[in-house]
Nanobody, 130 residues
Framework: QVQLVESGGGEVQPGGSLRLTCATSGFDFTVYAFGWFRQVTEKEPEGEGVSCLSATASSGFYADSVKGRFTISRDNDKREVYLQMNNVQPEDTGIYYC?????????????????????WGHGTRVTVSS
């Protein structure tokens, strides 16, 4: 059974840091790219793309709003993907999801809605507030 479970969210003051973790199971982790997505409003389920890391970890991508502050990484032995968030700002508030899909790459559109082939976690909430 495929599982993606995010953790590490919480409340943090502007300028602070958080490290999100996406723990996975049920598939061959090493061949998949992973993306982090942020939902800000209920009108956009699973939200905007924040960052993506290729299967080989050779290519990382970031939304302009987080470049220089966020770092995506992966640990193949632990089957985990991380999003290190530094100098967070109020606009970083949202629910963060990790996702991947069969044959999906960072150069593709976001993974489709949850299905047999499109895998999403259930999110972890980040609130940045003073």
């Amino acid at each position: 059974q495929v599982q993606l479970v995010e953790s590490g969210g919480g409340e943090v003051q502007p300028g602070g840091s958080l490290r999100l973790t996406c723990a996975t199971s049920g598939f061959d982790f090493t061949v998949y790219a992973f993306g982090w997505f942020r939902q800000v409003t209920e009108k956009e389920p699973e939200g905007e793309g924040v960052s993506c890391l290729s299967a080989t970890a050779s290519s990382g991508f970031y939304a302009d709003s987080v470049k220089g502050r966020f770092t995506i990484s992966r640990d193949n032995d632990k089957r985990e993907v991380y999003l290190q968030m530094n100098n967070v700002q109020p606009e970083d508030t949202g629910i963060y999801y990790c996702a991947t899909a069969l044959r999906w790459t960072c150069w593709d559109e976001r993974p489709g809605p949850r299905s047999e082939d499109n895998w999403w976690g259930h999110g972890t909430r980040v609130t940045v507030s003073s």
